[in-house]
């Protein structure tokens, strides 16, 4: 750990505090994760039973578009998912609520809304 990473640990009460936001955001994200699966293999498993055509069916560009549309966001739960056990890995190995990009101390309360977050306010805006 350099010095300045260091200078920039979070304290015992911090990662507490990170530890267990994380823990709960990680609970939320399995639970919507098999919420979606289940939505999109009912999805999946309807569509299946009728012998509809997308193309000519009037029903059929919803159900495509519900199916796609629940795909999205059971791959945005899965990519946060991921995000979250990469933030787990930073607070093990004491890298956690440093900015990725400039190497500087996050602040303790962007953390908290946002725990999965690896940049800055100041990073994270230039990247728009």
Known sequence: ?????????????EQ????????TDRRRTTDRIALLGRDRDEIVTSSALTASDDEHDPEGSSTAFERAHVQALLDQALTHL??????????????????AKCGQRIPLERLEVLPAIKTCVKCASRRR
């Open 1 to 13: 750990m350099t010095e300045h990473h260091r200078d920039a640990a979070l304290t015992p009460s």
């Open 16 to 23: 507490a505090t990170i530890r267990e936001l994380l823990d």
């Open 82 to 99: 991921a995000e979250l056990d990469l933030a787990a890995e930073r607070l093990r190995d004491g890298t956690y609520g440093i900015c």
